[in-house]
Protein backbone atom coordinates (compact mmCIF):
# COMPACT_ATOMS: atom_id res chain seq x y z
CA UNK A 1 0.00 0.00 0.00
CA UNK A 2 2.87 2.56 0.57
CA UNK A 3 3.90 2.41 -2.80
CA UNK A 4 0.28 3.06 -3.97
CA UNK A 5 0.19 5.98 -1.56
CA UNK A 6 3.71 7.47 -2.83
CA UNK A 7 3.11 7.54 -6.16
CA UNK A 8 -0.67 9.20 -5.56
CA UNK A 9 1.62 11.81 -3.75
CA UNK A 10 4.11 12.21 -6.63
CA UNK A 11 1.02 12.61 -9.21
CA UNK A 12 -1.01 14.59 -6.98
CA UNK A 13 -3.80 11.70 -8.21
CA UNK A 14 -7.11 10.76 -5.73
CA UNK A 15 -7.96 7.38 -5.34
CA UNK A 16 -11.02 6.00 -3.46
CA UNK A 17 -12.95 2.41 -3.52
CA UNK A 18 -15.70 1.19 -1.02
CA UNK A 19 -17.97 -2.65 -1.25
CA UNK A 20 -20.16 -3.13 0.33
CA UNK A 21 -22.60 -6.26 1.75
CA UNK A 22 -25.89 -6.34 2.99
CA UNK A 23 -27.91 -9.31 4.37
CA UNK A 24 -31.24 -9.15 5.57
CA UNK A 25 -34.92 -7.63 4.24
CA UNK A 26 -35.37 -4.18 3.25
CA UNK A 27 -38.32 -1.90 3.56
CA UNK A 28 -40.80 -2.63 0.41
CA UNK A 29 -41.45 0.72 0.46
CA UNK A 30 -38.88 4.07 0.27
CA UNK A 31 -39.41 6.56 2.70
CA UNK A 32 -40.29 10.13 1.19
CA UNK A 33 -40.99 13.14 2.92
CA UNK A 34 -43.85 14.02 0.93
CA UNK A 35 -45.61 10.62 1.47
CA UNK A 36 -46.72 10.11 5.43
CA UNK A 37 -47.99 6.47 4.25
CA UNK A 38 -44.59 5.32 3.65
CA UNK A 39 -43.45 6.24 7.33
CA UNK A 40 -45.99 3.53 8.39
CA UNK A 41 -45.84 0.69 6.12
CA UNK A 42 -43.55 -1.95 7.83
CA UNK A 43 -43.68 -4.42 4.78
CA UNK A 44 -40.64 -6.20 3.67
CA UNK A 45 -39.99 -6.41 0.14
CA UNK A 46 -39.93 -9.63 -2.02
CA UNK A 47 -36.80 -8.70 -3.80
CA UNK A 48 -34.00 -10.92 -1.75
CA UNK A 49 -32.89 -10.04 1.34
CA UNK A 50 -28.92 -9.80 0.12
CA UNK A 51 -27.42 -6.47 -1.62
CA UNK A 52 -23.70 -5.64 -2.37
CA UNK A 53 -22.06 -3.25 -4.55
CA UNK A 54 -18.30 -1.83 -5.09
CA UNK A 55 -17.55 1.64 -6.71
CA UNK A 56 -13.57 3.26 -7.72
CA UNK A 57 -12.84 6.60 -8.48
CA UNK A 58 -9.69 8.15 -9.51
CA UNK A 59 -9.32 11.61 -10.31
CA UNK A 60 -5.95 13.07 -11.85
CA UNK A 61 -5.02 16.55 -12.50
CA UNK A 62 -4.26 17.62 -16.04
CA UNK A 63 -3.14 21.08 -14.89
CA UNK A 64 -2.63 21.51 -11.35
CA UNK A 65 -5.43 23.73 -9.76
CA UNK A 66 -6.86 24.04 -13.16
CA UNK A 67 -8.05 20.93 -14.90
CA UNK A 68 -8.60 17.62 -13.58
CA UNK A 69 -10.15 14.57 -15.31
CA UNK A 70 -11.76 11.46 -13.63
CA UNK A 71 -13.19 8.25 -14.15
CA UNK A 72 -15.89 5.95 -12.03
CA UNK A 73 -17.21 2.42 -11.90
CA UNK A 74 -19.78 1.94 -10.05
CA UNK A 75 -21.90 -1.32 -9.78
CA UNK A 76 -24.85 -1.86 -6.99
CA UNK A 77 -26.91 -5.50 -7.02
CA UNK A 78 -30.61 -4.58 -4.92
CA UNK A 79 -30.58 -8.70 -4.64
CA UNK A 80 -27.47 -9.70 -5.18
CA UNK A 81 -28.29 -11.22 -8.47
CA UNK A 82 -26.30 -10.20 -11.69
CA UNK A 83 -30.08 -10.26 -13.00
CA UNK A 84 -30.35 -7.02 -11.23
CA UNK A 85 -27.32 -5.46 -11.80
CA UNK A 86 -26.96 -1.72 -12.48
CA UNK A 87 -23.37 -0.61 -13.66
CA UNK A 88 -22.27 3.03 -14.30
CA UNK A 89 -19.21 3.50 -16.32
CA UNK A 90 -18.18 7.09 -16.16
CA UNK A 91 -16.13 9.64 -17.30
CA UNK A 92 -15.49 13.55 -16.01
CA UNK A 93 -13.70 16.42 -16.44
CA UNK A 94 -13.31 19.70 -13.85
CA UNK A 95 -12.25 23.13 -14.82
CA UNK A 96 -11.21 25.80 -11.96
CA UNK A 97 -11.81 29.17 -13.26
CA UNK A 98 -11.08 30.78 -9.92
CA UNK A 99 -10.82 29.03 -6.22
CA UNK A 100 -14.82 29.92 -6.49
CA UNK A 101 -16.00 28.93 -9.68
CA UNK A 102 -15.68 25.62 -11.46
CA UNK A 103 -17.33 23.81 -14.04
CA UNK A 104 -17.66 20.22 -13.98
CA UNK A 105 -18.99 17.68 -16.97
CA UNK A 106 -19.67 13.89 -16.61
CA UNK A 107 -20.66 11.42 -18.82
CA UNK A 108 -21.90 7.98 -18.17
CA UNK A 109 -22.68 4.75 -19.75
CA UNK A 110 -25.02 2.94 -17.62
CA UNK A 111 -26.29 -0.86 -18.06
CA UNK A 112 -29.50 -1.83 -16.01
CA UNK A 113 -30.15 -5.19 -16.07
CA UNK A 114 -33.43 -4.64 -15.13
CA UNK A 115 -34.75 -2.72 -17.31
CA UNK A 116 -35.42 -4.37 -21.06
CA UNK A 117 -33.38 -1.83 -22.75
CA UNK A 118 -29.89 -2.58 -20.64
CA UNK A 119 -28.16 0.41 -22.30
CA UNK A 120 -28.80 4.37 -21.97
CA UNK A 121 -26.49 7.18 -21.42
CA UNK A 122 -26.37 10.26 -19.47
CA UNK A 123 -24.63 13.67 -19.19
CA UNK A 124 -24.34 16.05 -16.77
CA UNK A 125 -22.48 19.51 -16.23
CA UNK A 126 -22.59 21.64 -13.25
CA UNK A 127 -21.36 24.99 -12.36
CA UNK A 128 -20.45 25.34 -8.77
CA UNK A 129 -20.14 28.81 -7.32
CA UNK A 130 -18.57 29.08 -3.44
CA UNK A 131 -19.85 32.24 -1.51
Not at 10 to 29: R, Y
Not at 66 to 95: M, Q
Amino acid sequence: MGSINSLCQIFDLSLSAECLHSTGNAFAKTLTDSDEASATDCNLSKNGNKADGFYALGIAPIVANKINVKARYDLYRSNGEWNAAKTFYEVGAEYLFTKNLKLSVEYALVNDRTLDKHNYSLANAELSIKF
